[in-house]
């Protein structure tokens, strides 16, 4: 496991909430203080809130959390409780005339994993302010919790060869600045350490003994199965203390998704809805090393955090499917 993670952003705080029915669940992503935010969707089938107002030409600038989840659509719901949460703690953008009238400003992004267990059990308000309740400067937990509970991987060649993914993270300090990740990988393709070259998580053959290598596969002419589009999708966070104008945290997340394509393989596909969003808190003493080497920075932080997510997950049993982890091939 590579260590460090996205909490050791100054002013970022991360909750996990995790249903007990099925696995599902969502993460929340907390900067009380606001941060400068940035995003961008590079899968052809997302699913996402407030991704607009995070472009640069827009107003607002600071958001006030970031919300990961599962339950593909029915997900978005649990930002609601997000946004709760924070105005319960007087969290927000200050609107109208009223004193301390405020909107909480909460993008998320979702992916799906309703083929696990009974579909009708989602993530909702109820659960998004969970997340929240349970938001903290500590150590990240990672694997199949939160947003990546349900997260599986490998899945070109149908859900019986797949095998689990879940939520990772990694951070990474340098010249007295830190750039963090936390990914929830649930992508169509295979999950690889850019370190070593080994796959660690992916399709299995038909005998489910072994590693297909989807890359390969295809390319040796091997057929995939239909998959539904939006049926995957790996979402995630990039934060740092750097201070980042809005094209900047923009072009951090852009730079995250480098991390993605390194990791993650095939990527970007008609069937998943990648989205990184970027955070910058701007509490760092001084402006860093600059914006190339943060670019650099986010890149490695997204690609070692998708490793640790599939490092760190389990192996599951439902039914009638075996799903096993990395873990499990160790």
Not at 7 to 32: F, Y
Not at 166 to 174: K, V
Not at 205 to 224: I, K, N, S, V
Not at 307 to 314: H, L
């Amino acid at each position: 496991m590579y260590l460090g993670t996205l909490t050791d952003v100054p002013g970022i705080e991360v909750g996990h909430h995790t249903l007990a029915a099925r696995p599902t669940g969502c993460t929340a992503v907390i900067a009380r203080l606001g941060a400068i935010g940035g995003v961008d969707v590079r899968g052809a089938a997302p699913g996402t809130r407030e991704t607009d107002l995070l472009a640069p030409a827009n107003l607002v600038e600071r958001v006030h959390a970031v919300l990961l989840a599962g339950g593909s659509a029915w997900g978005l719901d649990a930002a609601g409780g997000v946004m709760r949460w924070l105005e319960e703690q007087g969290i927000g953008l200050p609107v109208g005339q009223a004193p301390g009238q405020r909107v909480p400003i909460v993008p998320a992004a979702v992916l799906f994993d309703l083929h696990l267990g009974d579909a009708r059990i989602r993530p909702g308000s109820q659960d998004g302010h969970a997340a929240c309740q349970a938001a903290s400067r500590q150590t990240v937990p990672q694997g199949c919790v939160g947003a990546g509970a349900g997260a599986t991987v490998g899945k070109m060649f149908g859900l019986a060869h797949a095998m689990k993914g879940g939520i990772g993270s990694a951070a990474l300090t340098l010249k007295g600045v830190t750039v963090g990740a936390l990914v929830a990988v649930n992508a169509v393709g295979d999950v690889c350490d850019p370190a070593s070259g080994v796959t660690l998580a992916g399709a299995r053959t038909q005998d489910g003994a072994a590693l297909r290598h989807t890359t390969r596969a295809l390319l040796d002419g091997e057929p995939p199965l239909a998959i539904l589009a939006g049926s995957n999708t790996t979402i995630g966070v990039i934060a740092t203390d750097a201070p980042l104008t809005k094209a900047q945290a923009q072009r951090l997340a852009t730079a995250g998704h480098d991390g993605l394509a390194r990791a993650i393989a095939p990527v970007h596909t008609m069937s998943d809805g990648d989205t990184l969003f970027a955070l910058s808190t701007g509490l760092a003493a001084h402006p860093g090393p600059g914006l190339n080497v943060l670019t650099t920075l986010a890149a490695e932080a997204v690609a070692r955090a998708c490793c640790n997510a599939a490092r760190a997950a389990q192996g599951l049993r439902m039914d009638g499917l075996w799903l096993p982890a990395a873990a499990d091939w160790r």
